[in-house]
């Protein structure tokens, strides 16, 4: 009589043992995602790995692995990570100074143009971006600036006013001061994202200084985009990418 009622007080048990872990295992399924930190600067994200940025070609392509490795994580495809990546491996070495961080890089990307994928645009595998992705007119609208034409539109296609250009969002002012190649090509491309995640991170540490503190960073930013509404999009998307790029 004992064994049978321990019996069927064992089968009970193991019942309502099952129970509960399917209703926690329900509940932490539909636990909402953890919170993003707000740190400034954001967190550096998955470490790149050390490569050759003077070998030649394009010598982003030698992060293959690293960022096919957290791609699905962030949701970043892995050439817009190559680039970014590469933009930080190669400010390491000729600006060790400033310190920034992949993570920042690709929180530009993420707001001015999703990676290179605004309005339809597609990535190539060489970091190229088509079709080419063109601000508005800088014409003194609601809430734009003025800046009458500086490239006679032979950059941005517009003779009027300039526009801003490519998946990082320069006018052309800027880019011929700044514009670097970075895949090796020959030519600085602003509409090539190797080229532009290069020439942003060169620009915002010449703005900046030392990125890894919290005014240089801010400093960096506010020079990209005097708007203190874009310096908190890109801190919380690069804190964000930051997160999910490390298991």
């Not at 290179?116 to 800088?138: F, K, N, S």
Request: with cysteine.
């Amino acid at each position: 009589m004992m064994d049978a009622v321990s019996s069927r007080t064992g089968t009970v048990w193991t019942g309502i043992a099952a129970a509960v872990l399917a209703g926690v295992l329900a509940s932490c399924a539909h636990q909402p995602p953890a919170p993003i930190p707000q740190n400034t600067p954001p967190l550096p994200g998955a470490p790149v790995p050390p490569i050759d940025v003077d070998s030649p070609g394009r010598t982003a392509g030698r992060l293959a692995d690293w960022a096919s490795g957290i791609s699905d994580a962030t949701g970043i495809s892995a050439t817009a990570l190559e680039a970014y990546g590469h933009a930080a491996a190669v400010m390491a070495q000729s600006r060790p100074d400033c310190g920034i961080a992949w993570t920042t890089v690709a929180g530009i990307g993420g707001v001015e143009s999703r990676h290179g994928t605004h309005r339809g645009a597609h990535l190539a595998a060489d970091g190229t971006v088509t079709p080419p992705i063109r601000g508005i007119p800088l014409d003194g609208g609601p809430g734009v600036a003025e800046i009458p034409d500086t490239d006679g539109g032979a950059m941005d296609g517009d003779p009027v006013h300039d526009r801003a250009m490519g998946p990082m969002q320069f006018i052309p002012e800027t880019w011929r001061r700044w514009g670097v190649d970075a895949n090796g090509d020959g030519v600085a491309d602003p509409d090539n994202l190797d080229d532009a995640a290069l020439t942003a991170a060169r620009y915002l540490c010449a703005r900046g200084g030392d990125l890894t503190g919290e005014d240089g960073w801010r400093r960096a930013l506010m020079a990209y985009n005097l708007s203190g509404r874009y310096l908190a999009d890109v801190r919380d998307r690069a804190n964000r990418y930051a997160v999910e790029s490390v298991p």
